[in-house]
């Protein structure tokens, strides 16, 4: 509806219930012009949710092929130190009730998260759930370097998710660029990392964490790629729930 049409419809009720009734009419199609284009500017969608929906929480699905004795290690020891004197209650459980309550084992078996917390070689289950980082020389991955190189660096990453958080650390520290800084009244020394380490540290803790570790992204890796000019980390899985890119930052249920 437009400007032109909208006067029309205003003459014609000025002249229909008079001046009087003008801004209560008025308001009220103001409010319907306004759900008309709301309705219009919106896709067609329909909510296949399920009313009953429940909390998707695939790092607890239990591995089968593995059994406790894969979560007895030096790492699962310091943990439960950790436990006993953080949590008391906790810890006076018997040890696998309060294993399934921590999320470490369901149906007798050890789970994703117990694994790759805990686990010698969580790979030895699942090859794929590491980190490949790549540092290439230039601004895009084809780029190629002034001898013909076509990696600066490029590793592997595997582990614990504590272990592969630090290594990819690690990798990005060795490859960004330090500038050293001298003051000039003190004489002091001060390294300056390219990207601040604090914060590098949290964006591979985040996609260690939060990746999908669904059945479907099983054979998906976590990719850090360093570019001349960015670094780049990508992580398996979309957006949780009904969120799209369009309402990222909006209030709603999910």
Same mark, same amino acid.
């Given at each position: 509806?437009?400007?032109?049409?909208?006067?029309?419809?205003? @003459?014609?009720?000025?002249?229909?219930?008079?001046?009087?009734?003008?801004?209560?009419?008025?308001?009220?199609?103001?409010?319907?012009?306004?759900?008309?284009?709301?309705?219009?500017?919106?896709?067609?969608?329909?909510?296949?949710?399920?009313?009953?929906?429940?909390?998707?929480?695939?790092?607890?699905?239990?591995?089968?092929?593995?059994?406790?004795?894969?979560?007895?290690?030096?790492?699962?020891?310091?943990?439960?130190?950790?436990?006993?004197?953080?949590?008391?209650?906790?810890?006076?459980?018997?040890?696998?009730?309060? !294993?399934?309550?921590?999320?470490? #084992?369901?149906?007798?078996?050890?789970?994703?998260?117990?694994?790759? !917390?805990?686990?010698?070689?969580?790979?030895?289950?699942?090859?794929?759930?590491?980190?490949?980082?790549?540092? @290439?020389? %230039?601004?895009?991955?084809?780029?190629?370097?002034?001898?013909?190189?076509?990696?600066?660096?490029?590793?592997?990453?595997?582990?614990?998710?504590?272990? #592969?958080?630090?290594?990819?650390?690690? $990798?990005?520290?060795?490859? !960004?660029?330090?500038?050293?800084?001298?003051?000039?009244?003190?004489?002091?020394?001060?390294?300056?990392?390219?990207?601040?380490?604090?914060?590098?540290?949290?964006?591979?803790?985040?996609?260690? @964490?939060?990746?999908?570790?669904?059945?479907?992204?099983? +054979?998906?890796?976590?990719?850090?790629? !360093? $570019?001349?000019?960015?670094?780049? @980390?990508? +992580?398996?899985?979309?957006?949780?729930?009904?969120?799209?890119?369009?309402?990222?930052?909006?209030? %709603?249920?999910?």
């Amino acid at each position: 509806i437009g400007t032109q049409e909208i006067l029309l419809v205003l @003459v014609l009720i000025l002249v229909i219930f008079g001046a009087k009734r003008l801004p209560e009419i008025g308001g009220g199609l103001g409010r319907a012009i306004r759900n008309f284009r709301q309705a219009s500017s919106e896709p067609d969608e329909i909510d296949i949710t399920p009313k009953d929906k429940k909390k998707i929480e695939d790092e607890l699905r239990p591995v089968e092929r593995a059994d406790k004795k894969e979560l007895q290690t030096d790492a699962f020891k310091k943990y439960t130190l950790a436990l006993q004197e953080k949590k008391p209650n906790v810890f006076a459980l018997p040890v696998q009730r309060w !294993m399934t309550l921590q999320g470490f #084992m369901s149906n007798g078996h050890p789970t994703i998260v117990g694994l790759f !917390m805990f686990s010698a070689y969580p790979q030895g289950y699942f090859p794929q759930l590491g980190i490949t980082a790549v540092a @290439v020389p %230039g601004t895009k991955v084809s780029g190629i370097g002034e001898i013909g190189e076509r990696f600066l660096d490029n590793k592997r990453i595997e582990g614990t998710i504590p272990q #592969m958080k630090d290594d990819a650390v690690a $990798f990005v520290i060795r490859n !960004m660029k330090v500038r050293t800084v001298i003051d000039e009244k003190t004489g002091e020394r001060t390294d300056k990392t390219e990207y601040p380490v604090i914060a590098i540290r949290e964006i591979i803790l985040n996609a260690l @964490v939060h990746r999908d570790y669904s059945i479907h992204t099983d +054979n998906c890796p976590i990719t850090i790629r !360093m $570019f001349t000019n960015r670094i780049e @980390v990508e +992580n398996p899985g979309g957006l949780y729930g009904r969120n799209r890119i369009d309402t990222l930052g909006d209030y %709603g249920a999910d």
